[in-house]
């Protein structure tokens, strides 16, 4: 089966397509394989035609709610570059009942493996408690934070259509249930109480077009103190949270005021900078900030000088009293 994947990819590349358009042609053509192996469901590739007809008439069929929705949204987003290669791949899946998930092939995906171990330390983190509980993803970019956990509600907001689609049909390939919500947490209103939160404004952060290489680079940076403030505002009493950010906006000037106040607050647990290696652009550091309830200290660990996550917390550690901070780059 490997082998077929490959093959798949190779004609894609040949073929021009990116990385990431290949990634999400691969995730969606396995998820219809899996409606077809699972429930005798068809869909034609050949063409753009026959698949949106076999879409349609395979939605009026279904039964299973979250199915149908995922289904009529891939026929309103034209996603799928049909002809017969594709159609090939899709039998080659149902013949050998393989389904293809995301895990499989994050390597498609830039920085697709140190994204993965990121990911699962801040999902350690998060759940060190082990309790079940509502585990939200505040910013969906795919499945692969969301599909680490079992035995939660998983709830994630999106910021586009696409990202709403594929994040839910890829939990479904693992099959995990999902309430996946298209929506901006930079412009739109949210609400609900969560146990769990994790967000990667790294990547959300960072615009490589915005300016040459400084600080201003991260133009989104006056929007994660604001949104990191609100989302605190939703975590349950015991709940924690976690973050992936460029260390460059722990003191951004755009969000010092909603930094100090959550300093007050005792919102901030922990600073985890990590391995330039996992930085989106390796010109800048990159940290995880824990937040919980009720830290009259907050602790730093710099892991900048380990090769990899597996003894980050036996980085240099400073712990320092919630009102005697004046900087979250205690290590500059």
Same mark, same amino acid.
């Given at each position: +089966? ?18 990431? %358009? ?5 995730? @969606? ?6 409606? =077809?192996? %699972? ?8 063409? !753009?035609?026959?698949?949106?007809? =076999? ?31 594709? $159609? ?21 995906? #830039? ?60 939990? &479904? ?6 309430? @996946?919500? %298209? ?13 769990? @939160?994790?967000?990667?404004? $790294? ?22 103190? /604001?949104?990191?403030? &609100? ?6 009493? #015991?709940?924690? +949270?976690?973050?992936?950010? /460029?260390?460059?906006?722990?003191? $951004? ?14 919102? @901030? ?5 990590? /391995?330039? !290696?996992?930085?989106?652009? !390796? ?22 000088? $380990? ?26």
């Amino acid at each position: +089966m490997e082998n077929i994947v490959k093959n798949f990819i190779d004609i894609n590349q040949v073929n021009g397509y990116k990385a990431h %358009e290949i990634y999400y042609e691969i995730m @969606i053509v396995s998820y219809l394989a899996k409606l =077809s192996i %699972e429930n005798n469901k068809t869909f034609d590739f050949t063409n !753009k035609d026959l698949y949106l007809n =076999s879409l349609k008439n395979a939605a009026e069929q279904m039964e299973d709610s979250l199915d149908k929705d995922v289904v009529v949204a891939l026929i309103s987003y034209d996603y799928i570059y049909c002809n017969s290669f594709v $159609h090939q791949f899709y039998l080659s899946l149902i013949a050998n009942k393989q389904i293809i998930t995301s895990k499989e092939i994050d390597n498609l995906l #830039e920085n697709g493996k140190e994204l993965n171990e990121v990911y699962q330390l801040a999902f350690d983190i998060l759940t060190k408690d082990k309790k079940k509980a509502i585990i939200l993803d505040c910013c969906c970019q795919n499945d692969m934070f969301l599909r680490l956990a079992d035995e939660y509600q998983l709830k994630g907001f999106a910021s586009n259509d696409l990202m709403t689609i594929l994040t839910t049909l890829q939990l &479904r390939l693992c099959n995990k249930e999902s309430d @996946i919500k %298209e929506l901006d947490i930079v412009n739109d209103y949210y609400d609900g109480e969560f146990d769990y @939160i994790f967000g990667d404004m $790294h990547k959300f952060s960072y615009d490589e077009k915005a300016c040459p290489i400084n600080e201003e680079i991260f133009m989104q940076g006056m929007s994660l103190w /604001p949104n990191i403030a &609100r989302l605190y505002s939703l975590l349950s009493s #015991e709940g924690r +949270m976690v973050f992936f950010v /460029p260390s460059v906006v722990l003191d $951004h000037l755009r969000g010092m005021n909603i930094r100090d106040n959550l300093l007050l607050d005792k919102a @901030i647990e922990k600073v985890i900078f990590l /391995p330039r !290696k996992y930085a989106i652009n !390796k010109d800048f550091d990159c940290a995880l900030m824990i937040f919980s309830r009720g830290n009259k200290e907050v602790t730093f660990i710099d892991a900048r000088k $380990h090769d990899d996550l597996s003894n980050v917390f036996n980085g240099d550690t400073k712990v320092i009293r919630f009102n005697e901070i004046e900087s979250l780059r205690v290590f500059d």
